[in-house]
């Protein structure tokens, strides 16, 4: 079907800085006519941005949390132009690309139309725009997911976000042994692959998980060989300054790779983009070059 001079602005009416009003006011922002559609359950989003593509949309928008993005993400293909309006807590994906934290705003960046060809990352067939991981921090997103919603809800913030990673650490007393293998590279206690810089945000702070990462290339690995206690400190500090790289000690580091195949000597968690996907026992992580157009 052609292209038609309507957009699709796909809204998760749950996330955390959507409201109605400011619906209305990006969809005034918005140029041409915007068509409206709200999810109502667990990928929905993913249906209704199939529908905006087999009916020939100008462009599809998203105001929602990284989960709602990661939705569209699975249900588009590389030729329709996405916009991503920040209305989570931390809203990874839209700070990553360079727009304000302000939904209006955002909007505001977005309508100028212009465009970049970003890669994005899979793993077992589901895409992911910014993160994935196996072990540690796929354990930390289940965990928040089950602190459950508030009463409009709304997911738990970063303060509660930060709370479950100390308890995270300090219930593994800090120590983590090796529980996986990467193919061609080596055995690691966990995994976490990105697909840019920065990796995620703690509020305003930046985290550099893997400094090299970038929209334009493959994806980058970080895996820590094995986690101590003493060993902790210099792991935060290195995220926060984004210092790891492949010299660094007792940590795998992988860069703009293509395909990495992981295997697990149990089951581990797994999540993308903040989604927990359950646990497995082998992951297949690969990149898709020049996957999508993304206004910015």
Do not use: K
Not at 196 to 204: E, I, K, L, R, S
């Amino acid at each position: 079907m052609a292209p038609s001079a309507r957009s699709t602005l796909i809204v998760n009416p749950y996330a955390t800085e959507v409201t109605m009003d400011r619906v209305d006011r990006i969809a005034d922002v918005l140029p041409g006519e915007v068509d409206v559609r709200l999810t109502e359950r667990r990928g929905h989003a993913t249906e209704l941005a199939r529908e905006a593509v087999d009916e020939g949309a100008s462009a599809i928008y998203v105001f929602s949390g990284d989960g709602g993005f990661n939705e569209v993400l699975n249900g588009v293909d590389g030729d329709i132009p996405l916009g991503f309006v920040p209305g989570g807590g931390t809203s990874v994906l839209p700070r990553a690309l360079g727009l304000p934290r302000s939904p209006v705003a955002a909007a505001e960046q977005l309508a100028r139309g212009r465009t970049r060809r970003i890669s994005l990352g899979r793993v077992n067939g589901r895409r992911f725009g910014f993160n994935g991981g196996l072990g540690f921090d796929a354990e930390l997103v289940r965990r928040v997911d089950a602190l459950g919603r508030q009463p409009d809800g709304r997911r738990p913030g970063d303060a509660a976000f930060a709370w479950t990673a100390l308890r995270t650490i300090v219930d593994h007393r800090g120590t983590w042994d090796t529980r996986l293998e990467l193919e061609g590279h080596g055995r690691a206690a966990f995994v976490l692959f990105a697909n840019c810089d920065p990796y995620t945000y703690a509020g305003a702070r930046p985290l550099h998980v893997a400094p090299a990462a970038s929209f334009e290339l493959g994806l980058d690995f970080v895996a820590p060989i094995r986690v101590r206690p003493a060993s902790v400190p210099s792991l935060l500090l290195r995220v926060v300054r984004g210092t790891t790289d492949a010299t660094t000690q007792d940590v795998l580091y992988g860069h703009d790779l293509d395909r990495v195949v992981v295997w697990c000597d149990g089951p581990l968690p797994l999540h993308v983009d903040g989604e927990d996907l359950g646990d497995v026992q082998q992951a297949v992580f690969e990149s898709e070059r020049d996957a999508v157009s993304v206004l910015v």
